[in-house]
């Protein structure tokens, strides 16, 4: 009881934030919060207000309405969190929703601590999650702060150890599926499969979703599909990390027909930035080009302004220089080069342009290109690169200068993009943002490197990552090549190689020899 009391003594020093659109719901909250004690409040009315401040405070708690912008989904709000460094895994974020399983359902990030409140909710569950806090705070931000770190045999230890003392089943239950999440990030598939059985059986979305992960990772592509596939009543819960990963696996394939067809059942209605930019690259990789633009201008005019807006007008600009490289008529490239030129003057005249500053500079480039020649655009790039700071840039945006650049002809220099998007790539959460951005780095790698030349191209890419100490990553680029081109033994033998250097027995889908073990 001592321990309790001492526990939760330190609700008063915890910083909490609220975040809530409507005025009179944020002053309510805030008195709420400050009755029961809380003395460092912070609250916001609106999220860029908090991703643009300097002053960036560690918060322990917070509050967040889901529906607080209508552009962009409560998922996509706390991705952005996330990556400003305003939510770590050590944060408690309670989602006030009006639509609980929506909220559940859409935000996949396994080691942060999310909760949810269905409105209307009371002062007696405002103090009910700051106490969960408090109480499990003790066991978990330790373990949360290794594993933040990347350091998770510690934070394994630490976890193994937490839980033989005595915690309340509830704590129990998370503290294995953060152990199983641990495990996964270690690569001990066969540990985790034993410990999935029971949530599975029970059909638990978070064990459903960790076994299929397993069954990627080990090559199974096959069970994938089968379970995206799976129309269960608890599968049903989860449509756009479904649709997400089925157009992902098609577009491994290249097959842009398949990937086509799961694109135009997604309803238009309430899609993420993330879903719209993907359903528009799905509808330019199937050749549905005059479709694709018709189909951002219609999400442009719906967006009205913001930053929203000025994304997707950097996405139809894409589109038009894409029809202005493959175009073969001589009579639609100056429309098109009129339509481009109106488009940028309009995305330069926002007042949130410096914002996307990188982007307007790639695409200027690439219409100095079609205008003036390659050696005009490449000196002008070569003025301006100074705001490509590659350690900034996104999967996104690095594959956008690899397009770029391979126009400009300068390969050696796409290839650099390409690579440095692997790494962002390869180090992002696992979730569904992770798996849009391995869509655009497969369009970006397919679209530059020829087929002749793909395999070789990624046994490059797993040389660079040997050189940099990235063994993990380097035996994914050589199963790649070795998948690509089984006709070539080195790459295959380079992956055995690196599976022994890594202990591991089988790496997606292929098995070490016996005589190599």
């Known amino acids: 009881m001592t321990q309790l009391k001492l526990d939760l003594a330190k609700l008063f020093d915890l910083q909490v934030l609220v975040i809530e659109s409507d005025q009179d719901l ?5 008195q709420m919060l400050h009755s029961l004690g809380i003395k460092k409040l912070t609250s916001k009315s609106n999220v860029e207000e908090l991703l643009n401040s300097k002053e960036k405070l560690s918060y322990d708690v917070i509050f967040l309405d889901y529906q607080i912008e209508e552009q962009r989904s409560g998922a996509e709000i706390v991705e952005a969190l996330i990556m400003a460094g305003i939510l770590p895994n050590r944060t408690r974020l309670v989602l006030l929703a009006a639509e609980n399983d929506r909220a559940r359902h859409a935000i996949e990030y396994p080691y942060h ?15 009910a999650e700051l106490k969960q806090h408090v109480m499990s705070g003790v066991w978990l ?26 915690i309340s089943d509830d704590l129990q239950q998370l503290l294995l599926k953060l152990k199983i999440q641990l495990l996964l990030d270690m690569d001990k598939h066969e540990t985790v499969v034993p410990l999935l059985k029971t949530p599975v059986a029970e059909m638990q979305g978070w064990a459903l979703w960790a076994l299929f992960r397993i069954r990627y990772e080990r090559g199974d592509i096959a069970a994938c599909e089968a379970f995206l596939q799976d129309g269960s009543e608890e599968l049903a819960k ?20 398949k990937a086509l067809q799961v694109a135009v059942k997604i309803p238009n209605v309430g899609m993420s930035m993330k879903m719209v930019r993907l359903v528009h690259m799905v509808l330019i990789l199937a050749g549905k080009t005059e479709q694709a633009i018709e189909f951002i201008e219609r999400k442009r005019r719906l967006a009205g302004k913001g930053l929203l807006f000025l994304q997707l007008s950097i996405a139809q600009a894409r589109s038009l220089l894409l029809l202005l490289t493959l175009n073969q008529d001589p009579l639609k490239k100056p429309v098109l080069l009129i339509q481009l030129k109106q488009l940028l003057q ?26 003036q020649g ?13 705001q490509l700071q590659v350690p900034e840039m996104s999967v996104s945006m690095l594959c956008h200068a690899a397009v770029v650049y391979a126009g400009l002809e300068q390969p050696e220099r796409a290839f650099d993009f390409l690579f440095e998007a692997n790494k962002v790539f390869d180090q992002m959460l696992d979730n569904s943002a992770r798996v849009f951005a391995g869509c655009l780095h497969r369009h970006a790698f397919d679209f ?69 073990l």
Not at 113 to 127: A, G, H, T, V, W
Not at 354 to 362: E, S
């Open 448 to 516: 530059i490197i020829s087929p002749q030349h793909r395999a070789a191209a990624y046994a490059t890419m797993a040389q660079r990552h040997q050189q940099q100490q990235d063994f993990k990553l380097a035996a994914k680029m050589y199963q790649a090549a070795a998948k690509m081109a089984p006709d070539q033994p080195d790459y295959l033998q380079q992956l055995h190689l690196l599976m022994r250097q890594l202990g591991l027995r089988k790496f997606r889908g292929i098995t070490l020899p016996a005589t190599q």
């Open 26 to 30: 944020l002053h309510l909250i805030k």
């Open 238 to 257: 989860y449509a756009e990390r479904r649709e997400i990963w089925q157009i992902y696996l098609a577009i491994q394939q290249l097959d842009y027909d």
């Open 346 to 371: 309009q995305i330069e005249d926002d007042k949130d342009v410096t914002q996307i500053a990188a982007a307007v500079l790639l695409i200027r480039t690439h219409l100095m290109k079609f205008e």
């Open 374 to 386: 390659v050696d005009s655009a490449q000196l002008y790039l070569l003025q301006q690169q100074q």
């Open 113 to 127: 601590q999310i909760e949810y409140l269905s409105r209307p909710f009371n002062i007696k569950q405002l103090d």
């Open 141 to 166: 931000k330790p373990i949360l702060s290794l594993a933040g770190l990347g350091r998770y045999n510690d934070a394994l230890k630490l976890l193994l150890h937490t839980r033989q003392q005595p």
